[in-house]
């Protein structure tokens, strides 16, 4: 007796349109057969011979798919003949089949996987009437291109097709060209597609360490049926350069210190100190209508030290601003040194929300007469003096003159008020006054 397998095995392609590019990744193992082809005797096995009804029309392999689905289809057939000479150069026996139809077919998204695996003898038996003598794991993954910008070390290495979700992919491993010259397993984020974490993530502050220059990496695809693997169409270089310090929280706008000057502030906060011979250099752009940018550059500072704080390392801008709206660009450059893969000195080039410096509030006032002098040389005449307007937390004082026509005298130097926002001003003969009324920095009533 023998039988007779037949296999065929058909992928087709359909594009859907030309929406973006795919690669498809296969594997296969086939079980090998248990007596040499074209072998006469009961119990024979035909396996393997491709010469009829058997065919892969995408082996094992990779593939780029011009779209964004591909159909899978697999059909196959198994034959029984119990003709003892194969070919009928004897009596003719019966023959029948198994497994007519279509086994598997659908059409594979994004990050789809599909995994079967061939658990009976190998080398096949002809016993048996298993309809899927073969291994099979394919996935289909979007195209990755390499980052056309450099990446610094806490940036997502791929920030394609990051779109919230971590995909896993069973059988998928990334690899790295390490300093050893050889490539080696990424020590986590397996299955990870993309590879959406950061240096950081994947070799911590040591990162520098691992591998010369710039960061080549590559993928592998595996099964746990066959020790052969697919690698990625793509060794992706990625160019880097090294972090400038992060901001922590938003710009801190300080106001002008008086309603009438240009003198704002702003501080900034960020996640680590300066290192030796490495300068902060920030760029102020101020909100400019008439640019297509919406801002312009207004001018630059660059300290070389920062001031401790609570929260990580402050720097307060020096110059004065006036009040407007504004955003800051910065980077760091190092004097001298050398940042894997990128340019010499510079870092990354942070950007930070806009930010808005405000004048301080005007100093607005009111006097007014509590009660004239009673009798005459009695000098108890009453001023109130109410402030209506200022900025919180500054101490308020006044000043008195005579007026005589044009001529003014003074009467009593600066005073501070007797109450936070207010002051009663005693003691006063007929006369003529006038008040000036300023605060703790030297702002005055307009």
């Known amino acids: 007796m023998k039988i007779k397998l037949f296999f065929t095995f058909f992928l087709l392609l359909i594009c859907n349109g030309l929406v973006s590019q795919s690669e498809l990744y296969v594997l296969v193992k086939t079980p090998q057969n248990n007596t040499p082809t074209g072998s006469t005797g009961g119990g024979s096995c035909r396996i393997g ?47 029948s089949e198994y497994c007519d139809g279509v086994e598997y077919e659908r059409t594979f998204t994004h990050f789809f996987r599909y995994y079967r695996r061939y658990t009976g003898p190998d080398p096949i038996e002809c016993t048996s009437n298993t309809c899927l003598p073969i291994s099979y794991q394919a996935v289909l993954l979007p195209k990755l291109t390499t980052p056309a910008d450099r990446r610094c070390e806490r940036q997502p290495i791929f920030p394609q097709h990051s779109d919230g979700v971590n995909h896993n992919i069973t059988g998928l491993s990334w690899q790295y060209f390490s300093a050893a010259g050889r490539w080696e397993n990424i020590p986590n984020y397996r299955n990870r597609y993309p590879l959406n974490v950061s240096l950081l993530d994947i070799f911590g502050t040591n990162w520098r360490s691992q ?45 002008t210190r008086c309603s009438y000057t240009n003198d704002g502030k702003f501080r900034m906060t960020v996640d680590r100190n300066l290192v030796p011979t490495e300068k902060l250099i920030v760029s102020l752009y101020v909100e400019d209508t ?31 601003i006036p009040p407007n709206k504004y955003k800051i660009k910065y980077q760091t450059l190092k004097g001298s040194g050398t940042i894997a893969g990128g340019d010499p000195s510079w870092a990354s080039l942070e950007f930070s929300n806009s930010f808005t410096i405000q004048p301080s509030n005007q100093i607005n006032y009111t006097a007014q007469i509590l009660g004239d002098e009673t009798c005459y040389l009695e000098n108890d005449g009453k001023i109130k003096v109410e402030l209506t307007q200022g900025e919180q937390g500054r101490i308020y004082s006044y000043i008195m003159y005579t007026v005589n026509g044009t001529t003014t005298t003074l009467y009593k130097n600066w005073t501070g008020f007797s109450g936070s926002f207010e002051t009663t001003i005693n003691g006063l003969g007929k006369n003529r006054y006038k008040v000036q009324v300023r605060d703790n920095k030297n702002c005055y009533a307009e």
């Open 49 to 95: 011979d491709y010469r009829d009804g058997y065919n892969i029309s995408h082996s094992q392999g990779r593939y780029l798919i011009a779209g964004n689905t591909v159909n899978v289809k697999i059909d196959y057939r198994e034959g029984y003949n119990d003709d003892p000479g194969f070919g009928c150069n004897g009596r003719c026996g019966q023959y």
């Open 211 to 255: 591998f010369n220059g710039n960061l080549q990496l590559r993928f592998r695809f595996t099964a746990p049926f066959t020790t052969s693997s697919v690698v990625s169409f793509s060794t992706y270089t990625i160019q880097l350069i090294e972090c400038s310090p992060e901001l922590i929280g938003a710009i801190q706008p300080q106001k």
């Open 290 to 320: 008439n640019n297509p940018e919406g801002y312009s550059f207004l001018t630059q500072e660059a300290p070389t030290s920062l001031t401790t704080v609570s929260n990580g390392y402050s720097y307060t801008w020096l110059g004065d």
